[in-house]
C-alpha cells in the first residue's frame, strides 16, 4: 500500500526563494513555491518523488515537523537549535550560510565588576546555553526586530544576532566579539519519517543539496 507523498515543510520568505531557485532547474515546478498562491497544500512530481508541500513561516516549521504535520522540513539552523526540537538535522543545503555572533559597541565600557551581562536576542534559549557554558552571568533579554539597536540606547551590554556580511554592524558601531555558530539552512526530519521513509527523504535531500 503506497505511503502517499512525502509531506514537506517549507519556509516562506527569503530561505524560500533560495530554495525555489535551487530546485526549480532540478524539476520542480516554481507554483510549489508562489506564496501569492493562498493554497494551504500543494502537490507536485519531481524527477519521480511525489511532495505534498506547506509553505511556513521558518519558527514553524520544526514545530510541524517533530509533531508528525510534515514527515520532513527545511529551516535555518538557528531556527533549529533555537527550537530545540526532538528532530534530525543531517542533510545541510549550504542555503542562506551566515554566522549566529556575540556583537558589542566596539567602544563599550568595562561593566561593573559583579554585574550580569546584559544580551539582547532573538534566540534566547541559544544565548542562554552559550554563555552558561561559559559560566557567565548574564541577563537574556528577549527582542524580535533591530537587535542592534539595543546596545546604542543602554538596554544591553551585547547582542547575539545573525550577521551576514557585518554592514548592520559596522553601521551601527557594534563589532563581533565572538562567533556562536554558523548557520546556513538544514533538512529536518522527524524519527518517524527517518525510519520509515529513509529512501525518500534521501531523494528529497538530494534535491535541495548543493
Same mark, same amino acid.
Given at each position: 500500500?503506497? +505511503?502517499?507523498?512525502?509531506?514537506?515543510?517549507?519556509?516562506?520568505?527569503?530561505?524560500?526563494?533560495?530554495?525555489?531557485?535551487?530546485?526549480?532547474?532540478?524539476?520542480?515546478?516554481? %507554483?510549489?513555491?508562489?506564496?501569492?498562491?493562498?493554497?494551504?497544500?500543494?502537490? @507536485?512530481?519531481?524527477?519521480?518523488?511525489?511532495?505534498?508541500?506547506?509553505?511556513?513561516?521558518?519558527?514553524?516549521?520544526?514545530? *510541524?515537523?517533530?509533531?508528525?504535520?510534515?514527515?520532513?522540513?527545511?529551516?535555518?539552523?538557528?531556527?533549529?537549535?533555537?527550537?530545540?526540537?526532538?528532530? *534530525?538535522?543531517?542533510?545541510?543545503?549550504?542555503?542562506?550560510? /551566515?554566522?549566529?555572533?556575540?556583537? @558589542?559597541?566596539?567602544?563599550?565600557?568595562?561593566? @561593573?565588576?559583579?554585574?550580569?551581562?546584559?544580551?539582547?536576542?532573538?534566540?534566547?534559549?541559544?544565548?542562554?546555553?552559550?554563555?552558561?557554558?561559559?559560566?557567565?552571568?548574564?541577563?537574556?533579554?528577549?527582542?524580535?526586530?533591530?537587535?542592534?539597536?539595543?546596545?546604542?540606547?543602554?538596554?544591553?551590554? /551585547?547582542?547575539?544576532?545573525?550577521?551576514?556580511?557585518?554592514?548592520?554592524?559596522?553601521?551601527?558601531?557594534?563589532?563581533?566579539?565572538?562567533?556562536? /555558530?554558523?548557520? %546556513? @539552512?538544514?533538512?529536518?526530519?522527524?524519527?518517524?519519517?527517518?525510519?520509515?521513509?529513509? +529512501?525518500?527523504?534521501?531523494?528529497?535531500?538530494?534535491?535541495?543539496?548543493?
Amino acid at each position: 500500500m503506497s +505511503a502517499g507523498p512525502l509531506t514537506v515543510a517549507m519556509p516562506k520568505g527569503r530561505l524560500g526563494k533560495q530554495l525555489a531557485a535551487r530546485m526549480v532547474p532540478r524539476g520542480a515546478p516554481a %507554483s510549489l513555491f508562489d506564496e501569492r498562491d493562498r493554497t494551504l497544500l500543494r502537490e @507536485a512530481e519531481v524527477q519521480g518523488l511525489r511532495l505534498r508541500v506547506l509553505l511556513l513561516k521558518p519558527d514553524d516549521v520544526p514545530t *510541524y515537523t517533530e509533531h508528525g504535520a510534515t514527515d520532513l522540513g527545511v529551516v535555518g539552523r538557528d531556527v533549529a537549535m533555537e527550537r530545540g526540537a526532538a528532530l *534530525y538535522a543531517p542533510w545541510d543545503t549550504g542555503l542562506g550560510r /551566515c554566522h549566529l555572533v556575540v556583537a @558589542a559597541p566596539a567602544d563599550a565600557p568595562p561593566r @561593573a565588576p559583579g554585574a550580569p551581562l546584559r544580551v539582547a536576542t532573538k534566540y534566547p534559549r541559544t544565548a542562554a546555553h552559550w554563555f552558561a557554558r561559559r559560566g557567565e552571568d548574564v541577563e537574556v533579554i528577549f527582542v524580535q526586530g533591530s537587535v542592534e539597536t539595543a546596545p546604542l540606547v543602554g538596554l544591553a551590554d /551585547c547582542i547575539v544576532d545573525l550577521v551576514e556580511t557585518g554592514e548592520t554592524l559596522r553601521q551601527n558601531g557594534l563589532v563581533v566579539r565572538e562567533t556562536v /555558530c554558523a548557520v %546556513s @539552512a538544514v533538512v529536518v526530519v522527524n524519527h518517524a519519517a527517518l525510519r520509515l521513509r529513509r +529512501a525518500e527523504v534521501e531523494r528529497f535531500a538530494a534535491l535541495v543539496a548543493e
